[in-house]
């Protein structure tokens, strides 16, 4: 199985995922999570942007290509909102990923379930914890419920 773990960078709860699926047949992407390589990409590139909307634009761009990618090829997509930041990269990825018809896990804590009340809505699982992501992967790939 193939899953794409997009949404926040500030924290390890892609390392728990990763870990916690170790012995699953699970071959997990993500975006790029080197901030400053995610936002400068464009211009080490393509070059220079005096403009700092044309060197964001840039960045965007090519790591759309990256993104699309990486959700097409997926069969699970999980999207992880933070605590600290708006994620609005990660609302946008959850929306293209419901679009193609993926197989949607949203994961945030109880103080985003108002805020993120659509994007839940389209997702076939809403976890609270990387822990429960794990479940739902072992359950999909081995029918076994949690001890």
């Not at 709860?13 to 400068?40: N, Y």
């Not at 990256?66 to 959850?94: C, L, M, S």
């Not at 379930?113 to 659509?118: F, N, V």
Request: one cysteine or more.
């Amino acid at each position: 199985m193939k899953v794409y773990l997009s949404g926040e960078i500030h924290t390890d709860w892609r390392e728990q995922i990763i870990t916690g699926a170790e012995g699953l047949d699970v071959t997990f992407s993500a975006p790029v999570t080197d901030h400053a390589a995610s936002d400068d990409c464009g211009v080490a590139i393509l070059g220079p942007e005096a403009d700092n909307f044309w060197h964001d634009r840039k960045g965007a761009q090519i790591n759309a290509i990256r993104t699309r990618k990486a959700i097409a090829d997926a069969d699970v997509v999980v999207v992880r909102f933070g605590e600290q930041y708006k994620q609005w990269n990660a609302a946008f990825d959850a929306g293209y990923a419901a679009a193609l018809g993926k197989s949607l896990i949203i994961l945030h804590g109880a103080d985003h379930a108002h805020a993120l009340k659509e994007v839940d809505a389209a997702a076939l699982a809403v976890a609270s914890d990387p822990a429960q992501v794990v479940e739902i992967l072992r359950y999909v790939l081995t029918g076994a419920l949690p001890e």
